[in-house]
């Protein structure tokens, strides 16, 4: 268990000032416990994935988001620096990196320490808020306080964002929290054989009511009757998907749409990112350390690779759609039980598929839940009765474009209401995130 954990989400119905102000400290200081596993210097500056802003901007962008949001409620009134509240306010989902090269080629980013004076008052304001602001409930998405909640829950989808560029920079430029605790690795893992999921009818969508902070893309309902299928036990192992490497998979074009094939040639992808390769084998990225590849952890890829193993399977193998998912994780008791799963930095890493064995769903598959987010086939897309959020109305609309594929499940550091059952996720195709999957197969009639 690794030393600093997340908090539960509170009950908007139920809380009261002290459980609200724990929930935003936990938020702050896992961030800044992140933050400062980089290693003084041009670390900042570095933007370990080119599609995404050098980590100078996610430094600040938590902070300036509580204050912006915070501001448009009414809950304060001064700005603490109108230049940063402008510079580190929005991020960005370019499709190749050259569209993020033009977009922040003429900004100029602050000194790392003026930053962390920024967050320090930014703190110290947003505290305030939350101990003088009168508390009403139930806190509703048209509460002034839901800006604070929204902040909250902000910030902790960017210490899930900042930990997938931490990940990504040399080994050199970190250094690893006293505590951080990997999960256990055995170096096998169970044979990951096909189990039948029986059909029915699922219902998706967050409850209006329910009292829990949302997102806007969470709300609304759809009715779907989903057919009898088959799908992995587990997700997909790193031994798994060794012999997709060793196969040539990534040589195959076979394997790969036009589209991913363009993103694997142009990059040079061969293997999984978190693999090093050494000495005819590979070492493991571990989020602060190189170790052994650990062949039950799931594998951590892209959309675009888990489509290529599924094409390579055969048998008209393909990804779990979302109504599917939900047909599989949960029984007719929603019961929300995250302790159950790999989430909330119960580790500091994926786990063994199957070791939790409370992380079993009624179907028999487990880690639907946690470990990693599981990718989907379905394309980002607005349930029934889905309505843009006044506070943030680019949040989810501007992805419905069939570009942003969906995952779920959360993964092991995914925390506050993100972890929650009613989550909705997605990403470009070529983007990494702590992503993984299963496979999936129709049963023939």
């Not at 009134?77 to 090269?101: A, C, M, Q, S, T």
Request: glycine content about 6%; hydrophobic content about 35%; some cysteine.
């Amino acid at each position: 268990m690794n030393s600093l954990q997340s908090t539960h989400p509170p009950k908007l119905d139920s809380c009261d000032r002290q459980v609200i102000l724990n929930y935003f400290e936990n938020a702050w200081q896992l961030e800044d416990m992140l933050m400062k596993t980089l290693v003084e210097g041009d670390t900042f500056y570095l933007n370990p994935d080119p599609l995404r802003n050098p980590l100078i901007f996610y430094l600040g962008h938590s902070a300036v988001f509580y204050i912006n949001k915070l501001i448009s409620v009414g809950l304060l009134e001064k700005r603490i620096n109108p230049d940063y509240e402008i510079l580190f306010e929005i991020g960005v989902d370019p499709e190749v990196p050259e569209e993020l090269n033009q977009a922040i080629a003429h900004l100029e980013w602050p000194q790392v320490a003026q930053t962390w004076e920024y967050r320090k008052q930014a703190y110290t304001v947003i505290s305030e808020v939350i101990k003088t602001t009168p508390i009403t409930l139930p806190i509703h998405p048209t509460h002034p306080l839901w800006a604070l909640i929204m902040g909250i829950e902000h910030q902790r989808i960017h210490i899930e964002t900042s930990s997938m560029l931490i990940r990504q920079l040399p080994v050199e430029r970190v250094k690893r929290p006293k505590n951080w605790q990997y999960a256990p690795f055995n170096g096998y893992t169970a044979q990951n054989e096909m189990i039948q999921v029986i059909g029915g009818v699922v219902k998706l969508g967050k409850a209006f009511n329910d009292p829990t902070y949302g997102w806007d893309i969470d709300y609304g309902d759809r009715t779907v009757e989903v057919e009898p299928f088959l799908a992995s036990k587990y997700l997909i192992t790193n031994a798994d998907f060794s012999y997709f490497v060793k196969a040539g998979g990534y040589e195959n074009q076979a394997y790969w749409d036009e589209e991913s094939w363009h993103w694997k040639t142009e990059n040079n992808i061969k293997y999984p990112k978190f693999w090093i390769p050494q000495n005819g084998s590979y070492k493991y990225r571990a989020m602060f350390d190189e170790i052994d590849l650990p062949l039950d952890w799931p594998v951590e890829v892209n959309h675009y690779e888990a489509m290529a193993y599924c094409r390579w399977q055969g048998k008209n193998t393909r990804l779990m759609s979302e109504a599917e998912y939900h047909l599989a994780t949960y029984s007719s008791a929603l019961v929300e039980d995250v302790d159950n799963y790999n989430v909330n930095l119960k580790f500091g890493s994926p786990s063994p598929v199957g070791m939790l064995e409370t992380a079993k769903s009624y179907s028999g598959l487990y880690d639907l839940r946690g470990n990693l987010w599981e990718h989907l086939s379905d394309n980002l897309n607005p349930l029934s009765g889905y309505e843009p959020h006044f506070l943030y109305e680019d949040n989810s609309a501007i992805f419905f474009d069939n570009k942003h594929q969906m995952m779920l499940g959360g993964c092991w550091i995914t925390n506050g209401t993100e972890a929650l059952k009613y989550y909705r996720n997605w990403f470009r195709p070529n983007f990494y995130q702590h992503a993984g999957f299963r496979i999936v197969q129709d049963i023939k009639h």
